[in-house]
């Protein structure tokens, strides 16, 4: 061991006593912890000033950092990720769509388990893959906030298990007391579902389950009861028929199956592929109803005319078939209209069609007396194959009134109806209803009637539900939850078999029902199971029925002073979906107008009364007075006037609480049925106008060549008839010249290696009904914005559809060109972003935002926009939507916008951003559908096959009007629809913006001359 | 000097018996002085209306766009219309500083100043609008072409729109330049004047040590010709861009060659009414009357009658030509104009801008004070609705009727329009305190020439 020593200073190489001290601390130099930190240093302490702002610069700099975070948005991940699911990738389920109003087989698209868009299952033979504005709607629906999210019971949340018990004691108590049980419903298609109602009525012996529809059909099961002893509703087949002739049945958008129907109508009435042949369309009705607007002839019909109209066109149809005639009067100023669309119909005998709305028997059975001389059944009539959709019976719920207002029922079961707001006297039928001892509810809201019941035990929404149904006899489809029940809530059919005691699970019920077994797994992901159509059968027809109906018929004559008629409407319906903002922004296809109803009004009684839009009015009909605002229509028949229905609900939910007023009180019921329209009184009130929300205000093209309409006698001869060649006169040196717009053009185009996106409205097939304005509101997330906003024209919607009526006046008088017709013609044109190759909207964004892309589309960058509107003002088309305000956090639209609450906010397409206030948006033509097609096909290695792609608003319409592809795919449909087709146009074709969207020419089947008469 | 006369026909410019020290005591009497009762009242008019624009101007940027009357359909209305309002009414200033200096226009000197404080504060009105029409007017900076992060992202040199942010900003550096420029010499004199130490040093620091030498007054007007040869084409192209906003779009009623022209004129038609307006008030206030007198009213007045002459004819030939075009979209957007639901509008414009200015060949109304401040006003309000009837008005109505709307403003709008208002007057209100108001020492090099005792003498 060395000897050195190593000393760590000179301190220690003295040692001094100092430093031997020291030595032992563990810091050599005292440290002032405690004068620091001790209590008693902090409060003898002075801060010295520098420290302080140090300390507060700090904190205050720090807290600014803190405060400068962006706002984290938490995302889950799966912790165990269900096998199905897939992040990023939809699933699809197919379902059926049916609220005892309208059916439409669906599929419904499901994000991280969420449906958020219904498409139609185009394996349906009933609605081949269409669907309408409701259905489409529907899904929203699901997430609405005013559900109810436990049962009720007397007005205070409970749980199933003492509902269950108190519901069933209640009923063992009736039961032993032979009390009177009734099940009153809307009509019930499912099979199973009336299977468990029979086993319920086997349990509970007293039971009766009256069908009631809101809007009844009652009339014509009764009338083809007695006329052909078969009480049904038959299939219409109006693709079959070369002359349709309805009387105020709005086929197209609500009468019985009008999404069926609307795809057979617009079947006979297409013109592409060199077809020459279309179906002629006669409408005798009092309001200007969306079928009739697309009817090639329509003439102006009060309601009280029906019954005689309908029997001098039978007497007409006879005495040109050699029938008997039925003794009834004249049919006044519809003599010759009626004598013409005799003519007509005997002409196409065999491929005609009459149908009509009213609900009186006796109408309905001369109706199926023409039909029967013009030999419709076995051709364009199927009484084989009944529809089952409206099974109404309004003899039936007559009687349960007159039952409950003796007292005589125990128990009354309503399902997925709401008689306390769709019958007339509603205050009557809810008093009666107090009488009795048991009521329950099984509707998803305290509505008008659940609010009145002891029970609402809520039923499932449909997409969280099982189910089949028989929307036409064979014709089976099915349902399947695509999501977990959001709420404690159950299912009718579920409550209804645990309570007959026949089962506790309705899911294994469905399973092992009936023909079921076979194949249900494979049924199940079909959707639909439908046999082979039903043969005609030969019909017997009672003809007797004839003259019996003749006489009540002949007793129907006009008052002499106004008639109201209540119709419904193509996005409210019979109002069950009324708290569905989606359906109250629709604008009513024909009025343009949402959120409201009002009163239709006909010019000439507009003029002549001194109404103007807006007044109010008081309305007065069968001992109920309403003020309600004033609509001037064209179209409405003078001496009537129409309101709609489905409006005025009270606690259905905030959106539609307060809306419009409920026209179901100016309904009545007779001992024909249910009545739809009545004599009426209308004065002006002394309020001050209410302010009505339409998105188009201006109804006439205004001799411009918008809408290319041709008469069907010159398009046969000339395909390209009113399409005619566009030719801009242009001087080239000293020659005048007249060239086509694309060869006058400034602009190099673009290069589209890839692909060329494209679409074809053909306006021929358009119906107006809307369906695709509600698709492309769920596909891209479209923000609701109330009538206050519509009032201020700033819908947002992606796609409108224009309508336009003719006007009498002379070319050129142009303030006379804003007015309509007072009974015109419509047209219907859809129009939403044109994707034009030379983009007006391109070249003057200051910022890039809107830019062309290598595929032909016009894209919106929102990030990089900056709101300058410049766009949307140089936009031709007027397509461009700004978003005004933040319309997921202000105020303002809480009470409108889904996307406000957690709730609403699930039914965002996750594929779509939803955008920021001040920036522009526009149809993208669904390029999150385009972009998800080409990186499958991508990942295929394969090419996209035509028609691979639809668009939202493409998949959604009932009549196949639109036709998306690639251009640039030789023989591609859109190509097919472009070259060869004459009737192809773009619109403002003089602009020469070449658009990548065109239309195909609008062809009416009327004469030369022809037009509706006033 | 004295050997170049006065042509005999010359009225004189400066009346009353001028030396050169009551000049500038006449001139820095309101900046050395305390403010009369009136400036109080007109400032705190004017203020309150700042106030309250700049309220309706926070609510715009808190709520959104939605908080005026715009619409799917009318995507501009007041704000590009106030926007064009008022850089046309800043085209005054510098056509007077520029043109008319070149052009050897004496009478320039005792209006020239305030005319272009009024550019401006008017051009700082215009830029409001854009900017704030925006929907995100925090992200407005994209608008400048600026190395950036995000890859290839570039503004679009095509776009109209951009080409105003360059001709906008150029107009305003150049003749805030060009204003201050001027300001130096008197600044200086303000300087020498005081007596609070406070009042020395700014005005010190602002004079930039001018000392009134042969060489800075050699290099100050040759710094001011070159800057008047810089302006002078910015007269021309800062309208002529502005309307290219218009002309370049397919708006029909927007979509016309003739609005370089029509706009240039009409911006310099706008203009000498607004300078007519302050400037009829300004000299009664600041007791200014012996140098801006109703020879330079007069002057103006013919300016007017020629620029309003050629806007007539302007209005009158966008309607042959829309007749002539043959286009209907073009010949309905002018109909529609004069007969269609905003005919008030139209007709507002028309007699404002076309019938008015012509009673000015009236020599009793054109030399009459009350008479050219009544015209004046028309002027403003006729040159208003003309920008209105051609941005609004034709956006209501363009190609697809079922489009066609109205606009109606919301209070929050016409807020920030008068808040703009107050803005220019409280600005030009504090300029009437702070600086000269007429260029004081210019005004000295023409005394000895169009001075009411020197003219007087050459008789």
């Given at each position: 061991m060395s000897e050195k020593k190593y000393w760590k200073g000179i301190e220690e190489l003295r040692n001094d006593a100092e430093f031997v001290r020291l030595k032992n601390n563990e810091f050599f130099e005292h440290l002032p912890v405690d004068e620091k930190i001790s209590r008693k240093a902090e409060a003898n302490d002075v801060t010295p000033r520098r420290d302080f702002l140090k300390f507060m610069g700090f904190s205050v700099a720090a807290a600014t950092l803190a405060a400068c975070e962006t706002p984290i948005v938490k995302s889950i991940p799966y912790i165990i990720k269900p096998e199905e699911i897939t992040p990023g990738i939809a699933n699809w389920y197919a379902s059926t769509f049916w609220d005892g109003y309208d059916y439409c087989?669906?599929?419904?698209?499901?994000?991280?388990?969420?449906?958020?868009?219904?498409?139609?299952?185009?394996?349906?033979?009933?609605?081949?893959?269409?669907?309408?504005?409701?259905?489409?709607?529907?899904?929203?629906?699901?997430?609405?906030?005013?559900?109810?999210?436990?049962?009720?019971?007397?007005?205070?949340?409970?749980?199933?298990?003492?509902?269950?018990?108190?519901?069933?004691?209640?009923?063992?108590?009736?039961?032993?007391?032979?009390?009177?049980?009734?099940?009153?419903?809307?009509?019930?298609?499912?099979?199973?579902?009336?299977?468990?109602?029979?086993?319920?009525?086997?349990?509970?012996?007293?039971?009766?389950?009256?069908?009631?529809?809101?809007i009844s059909?009652?009339?014509?099961?009764?009338?083809?009861?007695?006329?052909?002893?078969?009480?049904?509703?038959?299939?219409?087949?109006?693709?079959?028929?070369?002359?349709?002739?309805?009387?105020?049945?709005d086929f197209l958008a609500n009468w019985i199956s009008p999404i069926e129907f609307a795809g057979q109508y617009a079947a006979g009435r297409k013109l592409d592929n060199g077809k020459k042949k279309m179906s002629k369309h006669i409408q005798f009705e009092a309001n200007l109803s969306l079928t009739g607007s697309n009817a090639d002839k329509r003439y102006m019909m009060k309601p009280s005319q029906a019954g005689v109209a309908i029997a001098n066109l039978y007497n007409a149809v006879a005495r040109m078939t050699g029938a008997v005639t039925l003794n009834v009067p004249d049919a006044g100023e519809l003599k010759n209209a009626i004598e013409d669309t005799a003519k007509q119909l005997v002409a196409a005998k065999g491929k005609s069609l009459v149908v009509a709305k009213s609900n009186m028997a006796s109408v309905q059975n001369i109706v199926n007396g023409i039909n029967v001389l013009l030999e419709s059944y076995g051709s364009t009539i199927n009484l084989a194959e009944p529809c089952m959709t409206r099974q109404g019976n309004d003899d039936a719920i007559k009687n349960l009134w007159k039952e409950l207002i003796d007292g005589e029922v125990s128990a009354l079961l309503i399902y997925n109806c709401n008689p306390c707001y769709t019958l007339p006297d509603a205050d009557k039928f809810t008093t009666a209803l107090k009488k009795v001892e048991l009521t329950v509810s099984f509707s998803d809201r305290s509505d008008e009637t659940a609010g009145n019941c002891h029970f609402i035990c809520p039923d499932n929404h449909y997409l969280e539900s099982w189910g089949d149904a028989e929307a036409k006899k064979g014709y089976y489809s099915f349902s399947q939850p695509t999501i977990a029940p959001l709420f404690s809530t159950r299912q009718f059919a579920e409550s209804m078999l645990l309570w007959s005691g026949a089962g506790n699970n309705y899911h294994e019920y469905l399973k092992s029902f009936g023909e079921n077994v076979n194949g249900w797994e494979s049924k199940l992901k079909e959707g639909v199971h439908e046999m082979l159509s039903q043969e005609s059968t030969a019909i017997k027809f009672m003809s007797e029925v004839l003259s019996a109906s003749a006489s009540i018929v002949s007793t129907m004559k006009s008052s002499g002073g106004l008639e109201l008629i209540l119709y419904e409407k193509t996005g409210i319906g019979n109002g069950n979906q009324a708290n569905n903002p989606w359906l109250q922004e629709l604008p009513d296809p024909v009025s343009k107008v949402t959120w409201d109803n009002y009163l239709c009004v006909s010019p000439k009684d507009a003029r002549e009364k001194g109404w103007n839009n807006n007044n109010v009015v008081t309305l007065k009909a069968n001992g109920v007075a309403m003020d309600v605002p004033v609509y001037v229509q064209p179209g409405q028949t003078p001496g009537t006037v129409a309101l709609a229905l489905g409006y005025g609900r009270k606690n259905c939910g905030k959106v539609a609480d307060g809306v419009g007023v409920n026209a179901f009180a100016f309904s009545r019921i007779t001992s024909e049925g249910i009545m739809y329209w009545s004599n009426c009184d209308v004065a002006k009130s002394t309020k001050d106008d209410y302010m009505l929300a339409a998105t188009q205000l201006h109804h006439t093209m205004m001799g411009r060549k918008i809408v290319k309409e041709t008469m069907l006698e010159n398009f046969i001869r000339k395909s390209d008839s009113g399409n005619e060649e566009l030719l801009i006169p242009i001087h080239d040196g000293e020659e005048k010249k007249k060239l086509s717009p694309d060869k006058v053009n400034l602009w190099d185009s673009f290069e589209t290696p890839n692909h060329r996106w494209g679409m074809s409205i053909d306006l021929n097939s358009c119906i107006g009904c809307g369906a695709c304005v509600v698709a492309c509101t769920a596909e891209n997330n479209v923000p609701v914005v109330g009538k206050d906003e519509i009032a201020r024209s700033?819908?947002?919607?992606?796609?409108?559809?224009?309508?336009?009526?003719?006007?009498?006046?002379?070319?050129?008088?142009?303030?006379?060109?804003?007015?309509?017709?007072?009974?015109?013609?419509?047209?219907?044109?859809?129009?939403?972003?044109?994707?034009?190759?030379?983009?007006?909207?391109?070249?003057?964004?200051?910022?890039?935002?809107?830019?062309?892309?290598?595929?032909?589309?016009?894209?919106?960058?929102?990030?990089?926009?900056?709101?300058?509107?410049?766009?949307?003002?140089?936009?031709?088309?007027?397509?461009?939507?700004?978003?005004?305000?933040?319309?997921?956090?202000?105020?303002?639209?809480?009470?409108?916008?889904?996307?406000?609450?957690?709730?609403?906010?699930?039914?965002?397409?996750?594929?779509?951003?939803?955008?920021?206030?001040?920036v522009m948006e526009k149809c993208s033509m669904c390029i999150q559908r385009i972009q998800e097609t080409k990186l499958n096909a991508k990942k295929e290695s394969r090419k996209i096959a035509d028609g691979e792609i639809k668009t939202a608003c493409l998949q959604a319409c009932p009549t196949h009007a639109i036709t998306f592809g690639d251009y640039n795919i030789a023989g591609s449909e859109i190509n097919k629809m472009w070259k060869p087709e004459e009737r192809s146009y773009h619109l403002l074709e003089e602009l020469d913006v070449q658009p990548n969207v065109f239309y195909q020419t609008k062809v009416r089947n009327t004469e030369a001359g022809e037009k509706h008469e006033s | 000097m004295s050997e170049l006369h006065e042509a005999v026909v010359r009225n004189p410019l400066v009346l009353g018996e001028k030396t050169y020290h009551q000049i500038t005591e006449d001139v820095c009497r309101p900046v050395e002085g305390k403010a009369n009762k009136y400036w109080w009242m007109a400032f705190t008019i004017a203020f309150t209306a700042f106030v309250w624009g700049f309220c309706c101007f926070a609510y715009t940027i808190g709520t959104g766009i939605g908080a005026w009357g715009l619409n799917r359909t009318v995507g501009w209305a007041w704000d590009i219309t106030n926007f064009v309002w008022w850089i046309g009414i800043g085209h005054a200033g510098?056509?007077?500083?520029?043109?008319?200096?070149?052009?050897?226009?004496?009478?320039?000197?005792?209006?020239?100043?305030?005319?272009?404080?009024?550019?401006?504060?008017?051009?700082?009105?215009?830029?409001?609008?854009?900017?704030?029409?925006?929907?995100?007017?925090?992200?407005?900076?994209?608008?400048?072409?600026?190395?950036?992060?995000?890859?290839?992202?570039?503004?679009?040199?095509?776009?109209?729109?951009?080409?105003?942010?360059?001709?906008?900003?150029?107009?305003?550096?150049?003749?805030?330049?060009?204003?201050?420029?001027?300001?130096?010499?008197?600044?200086?004199?303000?300087?020498?004047?005081?007596?609070?130490?406070?009042?020395?040093?700014?005005?010190?620091?602002?004079?930039?040590?001018?000392?009134?030498?042969?060489?800075?007054?050699?290099?100050?007007?040759?710094?001011?010709?070159?800057?008047?040869?810089?302006?002078?084409?910015?007269?021309?192209?800062?309208?002529?861009?502005?309307?290219?906003?218009?002309?370049?779009?397919?708006?029909?009623?927007?979509?016309?060659?003739?609005?370089?022209?029509?706009?240039?004129?009409?911006?310099?038609?706008?203009?000498?009414?607004?300078?007519?307006?302050?400037?009829?008030?300004?000299?009664?206030?600041?007791?200014?009357?012996?140098?801006?007198?109703?020879?330079?009213?007069?002057?103006?007045?013919?300016?007017?009658?020629?620029?309003?002459?050629?806007?007539?004819?302007?209005?009158?030939?966008?309607?042959?030509?829309?007749?002539?075009?043959?286009?209907e979209y073009e010949s309905y957007a002018f109909i529609n104009r004069a007969t269609g639901p905003y005919w008030w509008a139209y007709w507002t414009m028309m007699t404002c801008n076309v019938i008015t200015p012509q009673l000015f060949w009236f020599k009793k109304i054109r030399t009459s004070l009350t008479a050219s401040f009544i015209i004046s006003i028309f002027i403003n309000i006729g040159m208003w609705f003309e920008r209105f009837v051609i941005i609004a008005v034709s956006l209501t109505r363009d190609y697809i009727p079922s489009a066609w709307t109205m606009y109606h403003p919301t209070f929050i709008e016409v807020g920030i329009f008068i808040g703009t208002i107050g803005f220019f007057f409280t600005c030009f209100l504090l300029f009437a305190r702070v600086f000269p108001v007429i260029a004081l020492n210019e005004l000295k090099t023409i005394l000895k020439r169009t001075g009411n005792q020197f003219v007087k003498r050459h008789e």
């Open positions: 087989p669906v599929v419904v698209k499901t994000r991280e388990g969420r449906p958020i868009k219904i498409e139609g299952n185009d394996k349906s033979l009933i609605t081949g893959g269409g669907t309408s504005a409701r259905v489409q709607a529907s899904v929203l629906s699901l997430y609405d906030t005013a559900r109810l999210k436990t049962p009720f019971a007397n007005g205070a949340p409970a749980s199933w298990e003492n509902i269950d018990a108190a519901v069933s004691k209640k009923l063992a108590d009736i039961a032993a007391k032979n009390g009177k049980i009734r099940i009153l419903s809307s009509t019930i298609i499912s099979p199973s579902t009336k299977k468990i109602i029979e086993e319920f009525t086997k349990k509970y012996p007293g039971t009766q389950h009256v069908t009631y529809d809101s059909c009652s009339g014509i099961i009764k009338a083809n009861k007695e006329s052909f002893e078969t009480a049904a509703i038959p299939s219409y087949r109006f693709d079959k028929a070369d002359v349709i002739v309805s009387f105020g049945a700033r819908e947002m919607h992606w796609i409108r559809i224009d309508r336009y009526y003719t006007s009498d006046a002379a070319e050129g008088d142009l303030s006379a060109m804003e007015q309509p017709s007072d009974n015109p013609q419509v047209v219907f044109q859809p129009v939403m972003c044109q994707h034009c190759n030379h983009a007006p909207c391109e070249t003057v964004c200051p910022v890039v935002a809107t830019t062309h892309s290598s595929e032909g589309l016009n894209q919106m960058a929102y990030n990089r926009c900056i709101g300058t509107r410049y766009c949307a003002n140089n936009c031709p088309y007027k397509v461009r939507r700004f978003n005004w305000f933040e319309y997921t956090t202000n105020s303002k639209f809480t009470d409108v916008n889904p996307s406000q609450s957690e709730l609403g906010r699930m039914v965002l397409n996750p594929d779509v951003v939803v955008r920021a206030r001040g | 510098t056509l007077i500083s520029a043109i008319l200096l070149l052009f050897r226009q004496r009478w320039r000197m005792s209006i020239n100043r305030s005319a272009e404080a009024m550019t401006i504060f008017a051009v700082m009105c215009a830029g409001l609008f854009p900017a704030l029409h925006t929907g995100r007017p925090w992200l407005d900076y994209f608008m400048f072409p600026l190395p950036n992060q995000f890859g290839s992202l570039w503004v679009n040199f095509n776009s109209p729109l951009l080409w105003d942010v360059f001709a906008v900003l150029t107009y305003f550096s150049v003749s805030l330049v060009f204003w201050y420029l001027g300001l130096i010499p008197d600044l200086a004199t303000i300087r020498d004047r005081a007596i609070t130490p406070a009042r020395k040093f700014i005005y010190g620091l602002l004079a930039f040590g001018w000392k009134g030498t042969a060489r800075d007054w050699s290099r100050f007007e040759e710094v001011a010709l070159v800057l008047a040869g810089i302006s002078t084409p910015l007269v021309l192209s800062v309208h002529t861009i502005v309307s290219f906003d218009f002309a370049t779009s397919i708006v029909p009623g927007w979509h016309t060659t003739i609005f370089p022209p029509y706009f240039v004129a009409g911006a310099i038609f706008s203009g000498f009414a607004m300078v007519m307006t302050l400037l009829v008030i300004a000299r009664k206030v600041l007791s200014l009357e012996q140098y801006i007198t109703v020879q330079h009213i007069e002057s103006m007045n013919k300016i007017i009658i020629l620029t309003g002459s050629i806007v007539g004819i302007a209005y009158i030939t966008e309607f042959f030509i829309a007749w002539y075009s043959g286009v």
